[in-house]
């Protein structure tokens, strides 16, 4: 057993009522947390079903479980516990649900029937199954499987380097659509010639209302970096004839037929320029040029259904710190989610009842309710009551006048005892993305560092993605320096406030966060007491080259850094442009096989750091991934954040 499994174990243990009167949110709380996502609601709208996770000590791994919630009562009822199960849809007469779990060969499709029985594999696909979705006459279940890796030549081993990750170790393999009986039997292939896969995940598919087409986004090509490389087709159910829908070549996403079947909906960056906001398009499903429906609202939004009209679209995105649900069509109207303020898994059912995974300020996520949307979302899981009962940090919104004439905002976790009166240190916890966004929601790392006595800064910067297109987009060939400004003036209005003690401020991240906390040390060295900089990309050029995104436009990075003149603009945009002026104290994390943002970034700055003369350690995690996912590994990660600060801090 690892050094890091008994300490969680010992975290579990210490769990619970805190026999000294401290009821703060503390990491052995972690191990009362609860993953919920995916909710379906049934046919019939009785039930809700979703996938509940929970961790296991012992084996230092998340036990996944589908759940089905009674709508009326909350009553709760397991329906499988077999590995792994994910990704339940109901059949549409809803006697049976079809979900995903561990087989001999990966991942395959299961069928439970709702009136008693055991789930049974349907499906045999040699590599597993990555995706799936049910015909509109429930006969039929249209999925996406990954060919088999060719076999080995003997000790011949090598393979062709596209645009991939550092990390590949073989070249990519196709996926394709395949069809297969609700009760089984052999399936058939559907397509050949369309990738409807990479390492960022299997396309999506939407059958047409009469069942006789499907629509998904296939990419041009199978590196990781090919992944923009999309634009939406239609494929004939019975022919397997496949054709274009628009005349774009990448960046089109998440197609579905409108109700009626003559439009196909999909996700497009505003006007095909990859920094800007995502927008919900429209394309005639026989073919045709695509149009925004949804540039009036300027908000990257997604799409999770049309209500029974058959034209009003249900849309959700980021609205300024908290996260919104939009009814669009000849008008559009915001949702009223009371004290909810940011959510996953939005499902829409047959008579527009809807359900998602919400959280509040004060409670982790649970399932909620609204019978309509004119409904206030009712709570029907409790699954955080010993987590929302602790003394918890209380949490504020903040605007301030930002640089370049933007309206800014972040959100404050204050100490559970806090007091105006007194000084505070102040703690960033910078999100990453660029394109995400810190809300309100409660949130495991803002309030375990309020439970220390330090009041927490979450700063939005230009990039996020919830004030429009405008504020989104200037993050294009601005990497670093408008974005750090954005931070700076932020931590000027909250010292404004009085309450900060100005020679106590440290930062702090993981991904874009570790990046920016990597840029802030260097750009404005004399701000900060401390700093911990997770799995920070510190060079721009080890993105384009090394990362699983690689030669993908997106965000601020919008071309090669090897063509004209453009290396050196990198590289003034990279933190490690001002790596010679640090001072602070730092500690360094990341994983050791993280293709999303390599290791090479952290083995820099550790050394630059310490090149300098400066206080730092550099930890690293085995394996894959870009966080570690394990709830050892979780802890292990808090643990050593908080304990540097407080090293730090507490001087």
């Given at each position: 057993?690892?050094?890091?499994?008994?300490?969680?174990?010992?975290?579990?243990?210490?769990?619970?009522?805190?026999?000294?009167?401290?009821?703060?949110?503390?990491?052995?709380?972690?191990s009362l947390r609860v993953r919920l996502s995916d909710p379906q609601i049934s046919p019939d709208g009785r039930s809700i079903v979703l996938t509940v996770s929970r961790p296991d000590a012992e084996a230092n791994?998340?036990?996944?479980?589908?759940?089905?919630?009674?709508?009326?009562?909350?009553?709760?009822?397991?329906?499988?516990?077999?590995?792994?199960?994910?990704?339940?849809?109901?059949?549409?007469?809803?006697?049976?649900?079809?979900?995903?779990?561990?087989?001999?060969?990966?991942s395959q499709v299961h069928i439970l029937p709702m009136a008693g029985g055991e789930a049974l594999a349907i499906t045999t696909a040699p590599a597993g199954v990555r995706t799936f979705t049910w015909s509109p006459?429930?006969?039929?279940?249209?999925?996406?499987?990954?060919?088999?890796?060719?076999?080995?030549?003997?000790?011949?081993?090598?393979?062709?380097?596209?645009?991939?990750?550092?990390?590949?170790?073989?070249?990519?393999?196709?996926?394709?659509?395949?069809?297969?009986?609700?009760?089984?039997?052999?399936?058939?292939?559907?397509?050949?010639?369309?990738?409807?896969?990479?390492?960022?995940?299997?396309?999506p598919l939407s059958f047409s209302p009469d069942g006789r087409h499907l629509a998904f986004v296939p990419t041009r090509g199978l590196h990781s970096g090919d992944a923009d490389l999309t634009a939406v087709r239609?494929?004939?159910?019975?022919?397997?004839?496949?054709?274009?829908?628009?005349?774009?070549?990448?960046?089109?996403?998440?197609?579905?037929?409108?109700?009626?079947?003559?439009?196909?909906?999909?996700?497009?960056?505003?006007?095909?320029?990859?920094?800007?906001?995502?927008?919900?398009?429209?394309?005639?499903?026989?073919?045709?040029?695509?149009?925004?429906?949804?540039?009036?609202?300027?908000?990257?939004?997604?799409?999770?259904?049309?209500?029974?009209?058959?034209?009003?679209?249900?849309?959700?995105?980021?609205?300024?710190?908290?996260?919104?649900?939009?009814?669009?069509?000849?008008?559009?109207?915001?949702?009223?989610?009371?004290?909810?303020?940011?959510?996953?898994?939005?499902?829409?059912?047959?008579?527009?009842?809807?359900?998602?995974?919400?959280?509040?300020?004060?409670?982790?996520?649970?399932?909620?309710?609204?019978?309509?949307?004119?409904?206030?979302?009712?709570?029907?899981?409790?699954?955080?009551?010993?987590?929302?009962?602790?003394?918890?940090?209380?949490?504020?919104?903040?605007?301030?006048?930002?640089?370049?004439?933007?309206?800014?905002?972040?959100?404050?976790?204050?100490?559970?005892?806090?007091?105006?009166?007194?000084?505070?240190?102040?703690?960033?916890?910078?999100?990453?993305?660029?394109?995400?966004?810190?809300?309100?929601?409660?949130?495991?790392?803002?309030?375990?560092?309020?439970?220390?006595?330090?009041?927490?800064?979450?700063?939005?910067?230009?990039?996020?993605?919830?004030?429009?297109?405008?504020?989104?987009?200037?993050?294009?060939?601005?990497?670093?320096?408008?974005?750090?400004?954005?931070?700076?003036?932020?931590?000027?209005?909250?010292?404004?406030?009085?309450?900060?003690?100005?020679?106590?401020?440290?930062?702090?991240?993981?991904?874009?966060?570790?990046?920016?906390?990597?840029?802030?040390?260097?750009?404005?060295?004399?701000?900060?007491?401390?700093?911990?900089?997770?799995?920070?990309?510190?060079?721009?050029?080890?993105?384009?080259?090394?990362?699983?995104?690689?030669?993908?436009?997106?965000?601020?990075?919008?071309?090669?850094?090897?063509?004209?003149?453009?290396?050196?603009?990198?590289?003034?945009?990279?933190?490690?442009?001002?790596?010679?002026?640090?001072?602070?104290?730092?500690?360094?994390?990341?994983?050791?096989?993280?293709?999303?943002?390599?290791?090479?970034?952290?083995?820099?700055?550790?050394?630059?750091?310490?090149?300098?003369?400066?206080?730092?350690?550099?930890?690293?995690?085995?394996?894959?991934?870009?966080?570690?996912?394990?709830?050892?590994?979780?802890?292990?990660?808090?643990?050593?954040?908080?304990?540097?600060?407080?090293?730090?801090?507490?001087?």
């Amino acid at each position: 057993m690892s050094r890091i499994v008994p300490i969680f174990l010992l975290l579990l243990a210490l769990a619970g009522p805190s026999v000294d009167g401290d009821d703060r949110y503390r990491l052995a709380d972690l191990s009362l947390r609860v993953r919920l996502s995916d909710p379906q609601i049934s046919p019939d709208g009785r039930s809700i079903v979703l996938t509940v996770s929970r961790p296991d000590a012992e084996a230092n791994r998340w036990l996944r479980k589908l759940v089905a919630i009674d709508v009326g009562s909350g009553n709760e009822r397991v329906l499988t516990r077999r590995g792994g199960a994910r990704h339940a849809r109901w059949s549409p007469s809803g006697d049976s649900l079809a979900f995903l779990a561990r087989a001999e060969h990966g991942s395959q499709v299961h069928i439970l029937p709702m009136a008693g029985g055991e789930a049974l594999a349907i499906t045999t696909a040699p590599a597993g199954v990555r995706t799936f979705t049910w015909s509109p006459d429930g006969a039929t279940i249209a999925y996406v499987a990954a060919d088999e890796a060719p076999p080995r030549d003997g000790h011949d081993t090598s393979f062709v380097v596209g645009s991939n990750h550092y990390l590949a170790t073989e070249s990519p393999v196709m996926s394709h659509v395949y069809l297969v009986g609700a009760t089984g039997g052999e399936a058939r292939q559907l397509t050949s010639e369309l990738n409807l896969a990479t390492s960022f995940g299997p396309a999506p598919l939407s059958f047409s209302p009469d069942g006789r087409h499907l629509a998904f986004v296939p990419t041009r090509g199978l590196h990781s970096g090919d992944a923009d490389l999309t634009a939406v087709r239609v494929v004939e159910v019975e022919s397997g004839e496949a054709r274009a829908v628009t005349s774009a070549d990448r960046f089109e996403g998440s197609a579905r037929f409108t109700p009626d079947g003559t439009r196909i909906a999909y996700a497009y960056p505003r006007d095909g320029v990859a920094a800007n906001l995502d927008e919900v398009y429209m394309a005639p499903a026989a073919g045709g040029q695509g149009r925004s429906a949804t540039r009036e609202l300027d908000r990257n939004v997604s799409l999770h259904g049309w209500l029974q009209d058959g034209t009003t679209m249900l849309l959700s995105g980021f609205d300024s710190t908290r996260r919104a649900l939009w009814l669009h069509g000849s008008a559009t109207r915001r949702l009223d989610l009371g004290e909810v303020v940011s959510f996953g898994g939005v499902t829409l059912g047959r008579s527009d009842e809807i359900a998602f995974i919400g959280s509040t300020s004060v409670r982790p996520a649970e399932l909620y309710y609204m019978a309509s949307p004119s409904s206030p979302p009712k709570r029907l899981t409790s699954f955080h009551d010993e987590i929302a009962g602790r003394q918890l940090g209380r949490t504020e919104t903040i605007t301030w006048q930002g640089p370049d004439g933007f309206e800014e905002d972040g959100v404050l976790v204050y100490p559970p005892d806090f007091e105006a009166a007194e000084k505070y240190p102040l703690v960033l916890a910078v999100h990453g993305g660029p394109t995400g966004t810190s809300t309100e929601r409660f949130s495991d790392l803002p309030q375990l560092m309020a439970a220390e006595g330090w009041v927490v800064f979450q700063p939005n910067y230009r990039g996020s993605n919830h004030r429009g297109n405008a504020y989104q987009s200037a993050i294009a060939d601005d990497c670093a320096e408008g974005p750090g400004r954005d931070v700076m003036a932020g931590i000027e209005a909250v010292k404004a406030r009085g309450f900060i003690d100005a020679e106590r401020v440290a930062v702090s991240g993981w991904s874009y966060g570790g990046w920016m906390t990597a840029w802030l040390i260097g750009r404005y060295p004399d701000a900060w007491r401390a700093a911990v900089a997770g799995a920070a990309p510190v060079d721009a050029t080890d993105m384009t080259a090394l990362s699983d995104l690689n030669v993908m436009i997106r965000h601020c990075l919008t071309s090669s850094p090897w063509v004209g003149t453009r290396y050196q603009e990198y590289l003034a945009q990279s933190p490690i442009a001002h790596f010679s002026k640090l001072r602070t104290p730092t500690l360094v994390m990341s994983k050791t096989g993280d293709r999303r943002v390599t290791v090479t970034g952290s083995y820099k700055l550790f050394h630059a750091l310490r090149d300098n003369g400066v206080e730092v350690e550099f930890v690293a995690f085995p394996g894959a991934g870009h966080f570690p996912s394990d709830p050892a590994g979780t802890q292990d990660v808090y643990r050593r954040w908080i304990d540097w600060l407080k090293r730090h801090l507490d001087q």
